[in-house]
């Protein structure tokens, strides 16, 4: 996979967006771009033409799957074992996400949520990218991933179940019989593991990462008003170059490999 081109005046403007599927950041971080888009939607500025791609970032590619040891843990016990101080430690710092997510609009409940792997849940949001350009349905993997952000973060489904995911799936439009056939299979296995590596030569060590018009770098989930700036920045001015956006008066968090950092 070749990295994310910088649109001609011409052409659609490209939101690239690394982030997983289990990541308390990247979900705030989406609604965060989301409400710096309607603000600017809002105020006049034509985003008509704007196309997000979600692009896969697996935190731990080596979380087990259904069936494996470990898979299913509850994340309060998980992150008491990670950081330390047990099961009370673990739940206090969902409690803290939680707070800040609330402030987003986002209902985080954590203490449902599990352990598991989530290349599959990548596999078939690269499926849905593809069935959206045949099926002329843009917003299909936009509504996929918010499924399963949703699924995750709020209703404590497991995201690594081949049988919640088809369910998913199924809710927001995805053929079925293709669904199958990519959870049968390894398909997109391999533009998974290109993402990941293509978020590694930016330069990303954690995510979300969002790239604007492949240009403008934002790291982590950055303030509304950064994304608004970025946003208009790169319809007024569109080139080459890729420059990375922040914001000096507010901490930007995101989860890295390592895990996520506390609110």
């Not at 056939?181 to 990941?196: F, I, K, P």
């Not at 950064?226 to 170059?241: K, N």
Request: proline share 5%.
């Amino acid at each position: 996979m070749t990295a994310p081109a910088s649109s001609a005046p011409n052409t659609p403007l490209t939101v690239d967006i690394w982030s997983d599927v289990v990541c308390p950041w990247c979900y705030i971080g989406k609604r965060r771009l989301e409400s710096a888009m309607s603000q600017l939607e809002a105020a006049g500025t034509d985003l008509s033409d704007v196309a997000i791609h979600w692009r896969a970032f697996q935190l731990d590619p080596s979380a087990p799957r259904p069936g494996e040891h470990g898979h299913g843990a509850g994340v309060a016990e998980h992150l008491g074992q990670k950081y330390g101080g047990g099961l009370e430690a673990g739940q206090a710092m969902s409690a803290n996400m939680t707070e800040v997510a609330a402030g987003d609009g986002l209902d985080f409940h954590l203490d449902d949520a599990h352990v598991g792997n989530t290349l599959d849940a990548h596999r078939l949001l690269h499926l849905a990218a593809d069935l959206g350009q045949e099926n002329a349905d843009p917003g299909l993997q936009d509504r996929l991933k918010e499924r399963f952000l949703q699924a995750y973060f709020t209703e404590g489904l497991d995201v690594s179940e081949h049988q919640v995911l088809r369910d998913l799936a199924a809710e927001v439009g995805l053929d079925e019989s293709r669904v199958d056939e990519v959870l049968a299979s390894t398909a997109y296995a391999s533009d998974v593991q290109q993402d990941q590596a293509q978020a590694q030569a930016y330069g990303a060590t954690g995510v979300p990462f969002t790239v604007i018009d492949g240009r403008y770098g934002i790291s982590g989930a950055q303030p509304v008003e950064v994304f608004a700036a970025t946003l208009e920045r790169a319809i007024a001015d569109r080139g080459p170059e890729l420059l990375t956006m922040s914001s000096a008066s507010s901490d930007a968090a995101a989860c890295g490999p390592d895990g996520c950092e506390l609110p």
